[in-house]
């Protein structure tokens, strides 16, 4: 059975869960196709970790600026400003990332819960408050380099980013708004994740075992096990507008 774009239309509560592949026709790397140069043979499970900061954090604050120098250095695709125009079409829309790019706001969306932080807010490594200098652009060489993080103006601490790493706990009260429309919405599109990182790849299965309908969005088919779980196999970047013209022309 096909997925009907209708259903679009009538969604009463919309819920929209990201993953890097949402960034990937922006040129951003996602996640493991991050690790290049400099960074080519570290396993990102273990590179993003509060351990690998501390053995050696110019080597991890590199690779996160290298990072925001790639987010800098791109635009919004079609995935991020069609599902912008999403919100503006249904009448209510949960936009849950665990993207740490900041593609979506760009795009128009607001008020997007980030489960796994941002490079854009970074903070002190020993009392947490936020960074209050100014970064400088980064302008890293392509196959990247170390670079030593700024101090904390409060305590001379080590700046680190503000993304969550493995071991790290999610924001509680980001992941509780995530869970609850998970739990309330009517329709939930997963849209270019591979769902291997908890907890948020709850979020789908929580919206299924609710009763929502979900569809999954990635070039790569996604096993879909209940009847109202679909897997639309393509671009984000291609198959959200043509859903947009399906639904709402
Ligand atoms: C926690 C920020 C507890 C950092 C990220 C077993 C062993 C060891 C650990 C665990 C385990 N089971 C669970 C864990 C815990 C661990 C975990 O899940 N590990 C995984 C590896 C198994 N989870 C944690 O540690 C979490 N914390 O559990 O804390 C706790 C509780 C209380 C108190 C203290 C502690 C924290 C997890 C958050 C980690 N941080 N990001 C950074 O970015 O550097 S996760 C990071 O990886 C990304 O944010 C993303 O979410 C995830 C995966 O990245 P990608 O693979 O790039 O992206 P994605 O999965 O989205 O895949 C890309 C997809 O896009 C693919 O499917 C591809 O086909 C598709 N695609 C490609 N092109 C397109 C496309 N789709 C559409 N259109 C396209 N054009
Ligand atoms: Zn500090």
Request: aromatic letters at 6%; a neutral charge.
């Amino acid at each position: 059975m096909e997925f009907d774009p209708q259903r679009l239309a009538q969604a009463r509560h919309l819920v929209v869960f990201s993953g890097a592949g949402v960034s990937a026709e922006s040129a951003i790397p996602t996640f493991r196709d991050a690790l290049t140069g400099l960074w080519e043979n570290f396993d990102p499970a273990r590179l993003a970790t509060p351990q690998a900061f501390r053995e050696d954090p110019a080597l991890v604050w590199g690779w996160y600026e290298w990072r925001r120098m790639k987010v800098l250095q791109a635009r919004p695709n079609p995935a991020h400003l069609a599902i912008a125009e999403l919100a503006r079409r249904v009448p209510r829309l949960t936009l849950i990332t665990q993207n740490v790019d900041d593609l979506h706001e760009r795009a128009g969306s607001s008020s997007v819960l980030h489960l796994h932080g941002s490079l854009h807010h970074p903070k002190c490594f020993a009392c947490n408050r936020p960074f209050s200098g100014e970064l400088p652009e980064p302008l890293l060489p392509e196959q990247g380099c170390s670079l030593e993080p700024p101090r904390c103006t409060g305590c001379n601490g080590k700046i680190r980013p503000g993304v969550v790493w493995f071991g790290e706990a999610l924001p509680p009260h980001i992941l509780k708004e995530a869970f609850k429309a998970a739990g309330e919405c009517d329709l939930l599109l997963s849209v270019g994740t591979s769902g291997l990182v908890q907890p948020a790849a709850q979020i789908p299965q929580l919206a299924l075992e609710q009763g929502a309908c979900v569809v999954h969005i990635n070039p790569q088919p996604q096993t879909c096990t209940k009847p109202e779980e679909y897997s639309l196999v393509g671009k984000a970047g291609e198959i959200l507008p043509q859903l947009l013209r399906q639904a709402f022309a």
